[in-house]
C-alpha cells in the first residue's frame, strides 16, 4: 500500500472510531484509561526490550547523549506513564459541560456544550512516552488521534500502541481511537497534514524545524508555538529578593524548555543594586551572560548582545540582558521581540502589575512570579497535549479543554419566533 493510501485509512478509520469516542460516557472511557494502565504495567518487559532495539539503532546512527535520554524509557519512566493515565482518568470530563445557559426575553434558554474536536493528528520527536500523554488525552477529551512518533522511537511507539489497543478493546471502544502511522517514511507527514477530510486539528511537538514545516505544508488548523523566547522584566520597585530568586530559577530551573526565561530586563534605576547580585549567581550555575552596553559596564563578565540576541531561544545557560528606562520601554520591548508564549513582571506596584498584564500580549503573562510556572500541570490542568501561542480557539498551555470546542445549545418549550 502506497503512502497517500495508507494515510486515508487510517483517516477514515480514525473519523468512524471518533463517533464513537464522542458518545462514550465518562465511565466507559475512563476505564479504557485504567486498562491501558494496567496493559502497559503487564507488558513492562516487552517494552522495555523494544525500546533497547529504538537505542541501539540511535548509537549506532550517532545519537547524542541528550536525544538517546530523551528516547529511553526506563521503568521509572514506564510507572510514570501508566501514573499519567490514571491521573487523566481522574481529571473531570469536560465533554458535556453546558456553560453560561440563561433565559432570554423570548423564553428559550440558550447556552454552551462542550463538545470534542473529533479527529486530532499529533506529530512529535523522540519522546515514546508523548504517545501515551496524547492518546489519554485524546480519549479523556472525547477524540480519535492520528499519532506520529520520531522514526528513532518506531519500535517503543508501535508496543505502546499495542497496549493502548488492548486497552481500548478490554473497554469495548473501538482499537482505532488511537492509531500510531506505523511507517517511518517522512512523506506520511504530508499526508497526515492535508487529510482535511478526515482530520480536524493537527498538534505538532518538537523542534522549531518540524513546526515550522508542519506550519507551512498544512491545509488544518495548527495548535502550536514555535519559540519560547520568555522575558523576565525587574521593575524599579521590585522587592530585590523576590526579584533574585525569581530571575534565577526562570534561567536555571532547567535550560533545554520552553518557559525558561531567555532575555532579562531591569529598570534602570534599579539595575546597580540587582545585577551584580544576579551576575555572581549566574556565574556559579555557569551562565553566559550577553547584555546591552550599560549591562556590560555594570557587570564585567558580559559580553555584548547584538540584535539576533534579542530574537533567539537558547536552550541554554546563555542569558540576554537589557537594560531599559522603565515599564513603558519593558513592555515595548517585549512586544517586539517576545514569541508571545510567557513573560513575567517583578515588582511591588499594583497598578504597575496590572498594567503590564493588560498591555503585554502574551498567552501567559505572570506577576511576581517564574515563567517555569507557564505548564499545564502547574495551571492546574492535569496535563497538556502542548503550549499554544495563538489567538484561536486555544491559548497557552493545551488541556482537555483544549482540545474540545463549543456548540450552542439551545432549550424550548413549544417556542416559535414572532
Request: with cysteine; net charge negative; glycine share 8%.
Amino acid at each position: 500500500m502506497d503512502i497517500k493510501t495508507y494515510m486515508q485509512q487510517l483517516g477514515r478509520q480514525a473519523r468512524q472510531a471518533g463517533r464513537e469516542i464522542s458518545k462514550a460516557d465518562s465511565g466507559r472511557k475512563n476505564d479504557a484509561l485504567l486498562k491501558i494502565a494496567a496493559a502497559i504495567t503487564e507488558a513492562g518487559a516487552e517494552l522495555a526490550g523494544e525500546n533497547r532495539k529504538d537505542l541501539e539503532a540511535g548509537r549506532a546512527n550517532g545519537m547524542d547523549a541528550a536525544s538517546l535520554d530523551r528516547l529511553e524509557l526506563t521503568p521509572a519512566r514506564i510507572g510514570a506513564m501508566v501514573e499519567g493515565l490514571k491521573q487523566v482518568a481522574a481529571l473531570p470530563d469536560p465533554v458535556g459541560e453546558i456553560s453560561n445557559l440563561g433565559y432570554r426575553p423570548s423564553g428559550i434558554q440558550v447556552g454552551q456544550m462542550r463538545v470534542p474536536l473529533g479527529v486530532i493528528g499529533i506529530i512529535y520527536e523522540s519522546r515514546p512516552n508523548v504517545t501515551v500523554d496524547a492518546a489519554a488525552l485524546c480519549l479523556k477529551s472525547g477524540n480519535a488521534c492520528i499519532l506520529r512518533g520520531g522514526s528513532e522511537s518506531i519500535h517503543s511507539n508501535r508496543a505502546i500502541a499495542a497496549c493502548i489497543a488492548k486497552g481500548l478493546a478490554a473497554a469495548g471502544l473501538p482499537e482505532q481511537a488511537v492509531q500510531v502511522v506505523e511507517t517511518t517514511d517522512r512523506a506520511a507527514v504530508g499526508e497526515l497534514v492535508r487529510l482535511q477530510q478526515y482530520v480536524d486539528v493537527i498538534v505538532p511537538r518538537g523542534g522549531k524545524s518540524l513546526i515550522e514545516r508542519i506550519s507551512a505544508e498544512a491545509t488544518i488548523p495548527v495548535i502550536k508555538h514555535l519559540d519560547g523566547i520568555c522575558h523576565v522584566y525587574i521593575d524599579g520597585k521590585a522587592d530585590i529578593d523576590k526579584a533574585v530568586a525569581i530571575a534565577l530559577n526562570a534561567k536555571t530551573h532547567r535550560y533545554g524548555v520552553c518557559n525558561a526565561m531567555e532575555t532579562l530586563l531591569v529598570a534602570e534605576s534599579i539595575a546597580p543594586t540587582v545585577l551584580p547580585v544576579l551576575a555572581e549567581k549566574y556565574a556559579e550555575k555557569g551562565v553566559e551572560l550577553r547584555g546591552c552596553l550599560k549591562t556590560c559596564s555594570l557587570v564585567k563578565q558580559a559580553v555584548r548582545a547584538s540584535e539576533e540576541d534579542w530574537h533567539t531561544e537558547y536552550l541554554a545557560p546563555i542569558l540576554s540582558i537589557k537594560i531599559v528606562a522603565d515599564i513603558d520601554e519593558a513592555i515595548d520591548h517585549i512586544n517586539t521581540y517576545s514569541s508571545a508564549h510567557t513573560e513575567a513582571i517583578v515588582t511591588e506596584d499594583y497598578t504597575l502589575a496590572r498594567r503590564f498584564l493588560r498591555e503585554v500580549d502574551s498567552s501567559s503573562v505572570m506577576v511576581n512570579a517564574s515563567t517555569r510556572f507557564a505548564d499545564g500541570f502547574e495551571y492546574g490542568l492535569g496535563a497538556e497535549i502542548g503550549i499554544s501561542t495563538d489567538k484561536l480557539h486555544a491559548r497557552g498551555p493545551v488541556g482537555l479543554h483544549g482540545l474540545t470546542s463549543l456548540k450552542y445549545v439551545v432549550l424550548g418549550d413549544g417556542h416559535i419566533r414572532q
